[in-house]
């Protein structure tokens, strides 16, 4: 049997006195590592391979992830002109001097891991196929299981790692990804998705170069203010492409610190790391304790971006959202319409309203509680989750059954891992507040963070939900707010071991989620943080949608929707009619068009419905009345997308019934520049080719397009014969297309 020695400096030798170097020989063991026969592992879905090699030293490599290929062991003995080629999941130690997948300080102070393959499993269930394999440190015994799971249909690949401590002493986890991918191309566009409040997700695109790019949150509670933990490269291209070329996406479950790194090394390849932030988590790990990192989801398609988000968006539906793919019902929203000022009579009146326009839920935002602190502006109340009778004196149960009386459902807004500190709660248990010796306790929005490391926070966290759920039979809804990120972190439970913060807030947040969802299996959860700074695929998989952003003017959402259509379903995204001026932007559009964009996810309202005239009414009733027609399409169909708002004047996109017999299409006419264009000429996508669609415009008595009411063949609309006019700025057309 070949052996093959691990070489540790003994550098110690060079700096001892002369005589002690005489002395003392030169002894260095090396633990041997049994070589083995090379082998392939591969990880396939119906359009997309990856393949693991095994080498004859152990080292587990990663050789091809693209378009499947018939007979891959044939990439087993690769010569890849660069030794042993990407390893599959980097550790940092030995001859690995990249950025690494794990990175491990030993109790005597020792950095070096060097992950070596032992065994690997495959088993299946249903669509899904999951590949384990083990390697392991020889030196220290310390083991990493790699997860892959293949989703077939989807061509999604999720994976993970579990790190195990298999020695004696406890090690200091410094950086743990949860994945590492290597890409080779010529050139890589990275796309990804960066912003702020009411500005979240905006486009970023720019080719990697060497160094290492580096996308992060170390906002503790929010994961898409500043980036969100997703992104698409666009393999051997400058241009960004929705239809062609080769593109890898992938996206980070974790809603809390994150980092996605991108390094172009030396030779020219991108090694692609996804896992929780390292930033002051470097995580103690006892012996026989395991880590447990979160999924990074990754595709790959050959038909650009719109290819890889239709991957995503079919695989969330069916398992990266809660309920995914299911209806979900619109709704008016109470917060722009009445902020904090409100009492039964408001509300009621908002039922009434809400009822008449054909909506199917009431929600009652920010603003029901606090007694001995009422809820009258930010700036107080949070954690004091008891009803204010001055408001409400009838109860929410007496809301709940004006709503259902109405035929409506209620939800209620909630948001349990804040405190004010104006608030019973501050004054009780100033311990449970997220804080630093001695240092300033900072407020954002008047409030603070509960430590949810703390095991009596999640208790109260999860009895806060539990409560609200009883306040009325027949809640169905929560809007889950948290609207401030972490400062000066501090967790007074946690006392010296403050590197587990970051991560345990999480985790202590999932474990509070994972007994709402054993308890409320079927109440819709809205994930909601100022907006949409909590966006990501770990809190999705325990809600049924995502509060896009605060930002409902329609202009402003043609690029926020956009960019969210990447990497997110439209059947998660909420989306508000909302007053103009907007209050946020301040921008006039018309009420077609704000009911247009809203249209394109989870239709909702959010406006004091009082305020519009029986015209505007009229046209609401009608919009509403036609999404309920078409909905289904934008909760279930596959997306194209047409023409993008950052690099067109006009914003067009379709949502296609899987078997190709329904679509809806959506244009939008941001900047009109000419009159003398005419029609502007569009070619539709996702359709059959060889069959006639009837194409019926929406909300309108006039069609702005001269083909309306008649039928197609698909070949004849995507091939440019669609051209409506949308004369004018914020002019926009929906239009659905059944086979005859
Ligand atoms: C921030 C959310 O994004 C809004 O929709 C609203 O719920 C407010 N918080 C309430 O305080």
Same mark, same amino acid.
């Given at each position: 049997m070949?052996h093959?020695?691990?070489l540790?400096?003994?550098?110690?030798?060079?700096?001892m006195p002369?005589?002690a170097?005489?002395a003392?020989?030169?002894?260095?063991?090396?633990?041997?590592i049994?070589?083995v026969?090379p082998q392939?592992?591969?990880i396939?879905t119906?359009?997309?391979q990856?393949?693991?090699?095994?080498t004859?030293?152990r080292?587990l +490599?990663l050789r091809?992830y693209?378009a499947?290929?018939?007979?891959?062991g044939?990439?087993?003995h690769?010569?890849?002109g660069?030794?042993n080629?990407?390893?599959?999941?980097?550790?940092?130690?030995g001859t690995?001097?990249?950025?690494?997948a794990l990175?491990?300080?030993y109790?005597?102070?020792?950095?070096?891991?060097?992950?070596?393959y032992?065994?690997?499993?495959?088993?299946?269930?249903?669509?899904?196929?999951?590949t384990?394999?083990?390697?392991k440190?020889?030196?220290?015994?310390?083991q990493?299981?790699l997860?892959?799971?293949?989703y077939r249909?989807?061509?999604?690949?999720?994976?993970h790692?579990?790190?195990v401590?298999g020695g004696k002493?406890?090690?200091?986890?410094?950086e743990?990804?949860?994945s590492?991918?290597?890409?080779?191309?010529d050139?890589?566009?990275?796309?990804h998705?960066?912003?702020?409040w009411?500005?979240?997700?905006q486009t970023a695109?720019?080719?990697?170069?060497?160094?290492?790019?580096?996308i992060?949150?170390?906002?503790?509670t929010?994961?898409?203010?500043?980036?969100?933990?997703s992104?698409l +490269?666009s393999l051997n291209?400058?241009?960004?492409s929705?239809?062609?070329?080769?593109?890898?996406?992938?996206?980070l479950a974790w809603?809390?610190?994150?980092r996605?790194s991108?390094?172009?090394?030396?030779t020219?390849?991108?090694n692609?790391l996804?896992?929780i932030?390292p930033f002051a988590?470097?995580?103690?790990l006892?012996?026989?304790e395991?880590?447990v990192? =979160?999924e990074?989801?990754?595709?790959w398609?050959?038909?650009g971006?719109?290819g890889?988000?239709?991957?995503l968006?079919?695989?969330?539906?069916q398992?990266?959202i809660y309920?995914?793919?299911?209806?979900n019902p619109t709704?008016?929203?109470?917060?722009?319409g009445a !902020?904090?000022?409100f009492t039964?009579?408001t509300l009621?009146?908002?039922?009434?309203?809400?009822a008449a326009m054909?909506?199917?839920m009431?929600?009652?935002?920010?603003?029901?509680?606090?007694t001995?602190?009422?809820r009258?502006?930010d700036?107080s109340?949070l954690?004091d989750?008891?009803?204010?009778?001055?408001?409400?004196?009838e109860?929410?149960?007496y809301?709940?059954?004006?709503?259902?009386?109405?035929g409506l459902?209620l939800g209620?807004?909630?948001e349990?891992?804040?405190?004010?500190?104006?608030?019973?709660?501050a004054?009780?248990?100033?311990?449970?507040?997220?804080?630093?010796?001695g240092?300033?306790l900072?407020e954002?929005r008047?409030?603070?963070v509960l430590?949810?490391?703390?095991?009596?926070?999640?208790?109260f966290?999860f009895?806060?939900?539990?409560?609200?759920m009883?306040?009325?039979p027949?809640?169905?809804?929560?809007?889950?707010?948290c609207?401030?990120?972490v400062y000066s972190f501090?967790?007074?439970?946690?006392g010296?071991?403050?590197?587990r913060f970051f991560v345990?807030?999480?985790?202590?947040? !999932?474990?509070?989620?994972?007994?709402?969802?054993e308890?409320y299996?079927?109440?819709?959860v809205?994930?909601c943080s100022?907006?949409g700074?909590r966006?990501?695929?770990?809190?999705?998989?325990?809600?049924?949608?995502?509060?896009?952003?605060?930002?409902?003017?329609?202009?402003?959402?043609?690029?926020?929707?956009?960019a969210?259509?990447m990497?997110y =379903?439209?059947?998660?995204?909420?989306?508000?009619?909302?007053a103009?001026p907007?209050?946020?932007?301040?921008?006039v559009?018309?009420l077609?068009?704000r009911?247009?964009?809203?249209a394109a996810g989870?239709?909702g309202?959010?406006l004091?419905?009082?305020?519009l005239?029986?015209?505007e009414?009229?046209l609401?009733?009608?919009?509403i009345?036609?999404y309920?027609?078409?909905?289904?399409l934008v909760?279930?169909?596959?997306?194209y997308?047409?023409s993008s708002?950052?690099d067109?004047?006009?914003?067009a996109?379709?949502?296609?019934?899987?078997?190709?017999s329904?679509a809806?299409?959506?244009e939008?006419?941001?900047?009109y520049?000419?009159?003398a264009?005419?029609?502007?000429l569009l070619?539709?996508a996702?359709?059959?080719p060889?069959?006639k !669609?009837?194409?019926?415009?929406?909300?309108?008595?006039?069609?702005?397009?001269?083909?309306?009411?008649?039928?197609?063949?698909?070949?004849f609309?995507?091939?440019?014969?669609?051209?409506?006019?949308?004369n004018?700025?914020?002019?926009?057309a929906?239009?659905?297309?059944?086979?005859?």
């Open positions: 070949k093959i020695t691990i540790a400096a003994a550098l110690l030798v060079a700096v002369a005589e170097r005489k003392k020989k030169f002894t260095h063991q090396t633990v041997e049994p070589a026969e392939s592992i591969v396939e119906a359009g997309s990856l393949v693991l090699a095994v004859t030293d080292n +490599v091809h693209g499947p290929v018939k007979d891959a044939q990439f087993t690769m010569d890849t660069r030794g080629g990407a390893q599959a999941y980097p550790a940092a130690g690995f001097l990249g950025q690494a990175h491990v300080k109790a005597d102070g020792n950095h070096n891991t060097e992950l070596r032992l065994s690997h499993s495959v088993k299946a269930s249903g669509g899904v196929k999951t384990e394999i083990v390697l440190d020889y030196v220290t015994d310390l990493v299981k997860v892959y799971d293949a249909k989807e061509n999604v690949i999720c994976s790692s579990e790190i401590n002493k406890a090690v200091e986890l410094l743990v990804a949860s590492s991918l290597t890409l080779e191309a050139k890589y566009l990275l796309t998705f960066h912003g702020g009411a500005y979240e997700m695109r720019e080719l990697l170069d060497f160094g290492t790019k580096v992060e949150s170390r906002r503790g929010q994961t898409t203010q500043t980036e969100n933990p992104f +490269v291209t400058g241009e960004f929705e239809t062609s070329g080769e593109v890898v996406a992938g996206a809603s809390g610190n994150f996605l991108f390094e172009k090394d030396e020219g390849l991108v692609v996804g896992g932030s988590s470097a995580y103690p006892k012996a026989g395991t880590f990192t =979160p990074m989801i990754w595709t398609s050959a038909d971006a719109g890889a988000s239709r991957n968006h079919r695989w969330a539906r398992y990266g309920g995914g793919g299911t209806v709704l008016l929203n109470s917060w722009e !902020y904090f000022t039964t009579p009621t009146g908002m039922i009434d309203d809400a054909g909506l199917e009431f929600v009652l935002d920010d603003g029901w509680f606090g001995k602190y009422p009258n502006s700036k109340s954690g989750w008891d009803l204010c009778t001055d408001k409400i004196p109860g929410i149960d809301l709940a059954s004006y709503a259902h009386g109405k459902k209620i807004w909630i349990p891992e804040m405190v004010s500190r104006v608030s019973e709660l004054e009780k248990h100033p311990e449970w507040v997220v804080q630093s010796p240092r300033a900072y954002a008047w409030q603070w430590d949810l490391a703390n095991p009596e926070v999640q208790d966290v009895g806060i939900f539990d409560k609200t009883q306040l009325a027949g809640i169905d809804y929560i809007k889950w707010d609207n401030r990120p501090g967790s007074p439970y946690l010296t071991e403050q590197d345990e807030y999480v985790q202590g947040l !999932y474990s509070v989620m994972r007994r709402i969802r308890k299996p079927d109440v819709l809205q994930c100022s907006g700074s966006l990501d695929y770990g809190a999705m998989r325990w809600c049924n949608e995502f509060w896009t952003s605060d930002n409902t003017d329609a202009i402003s959402r043609s690029r926020i929707q956009y969210t259509s990497i =379903p439209a059947c998660a995204m909420a989306s508000h009619v909302s103009v907007n209050h946020q932007s301040g921008n559009t018309p077609k068009m009911f247009d964009m809203a989870r239709l309202m959010e004091q419905p009082k305020n005239t029986a015209e009414r009229a609401a009733y009608r919009c009345k036609s309920k027609g078409f909905r289904d909760f279930t169909g596959d997306l997308r047409i708002p950052l067109s004047d006009y914003y996109f379709m949502y296609v019934s899987e078997d190709k329904r809806v299409m959506f939008f006419c941001l900047r520049q000419n009159r264009t005419g029609g502007h070619r539709l996702g359709l059959d060889s069959r !669609y009837l194409v019926t415009e929406q909300n309108v008595d006039t069609s702005c397009w001269w083909g309306n009411g008649q039928s197609f063949t698909g070949d609309l995507m091939s440019g014969g669609f051209n409506p006019v949308l004018g700025s914020n002019a926009s929906i239009f659905v297309l059944a086979a005859r």
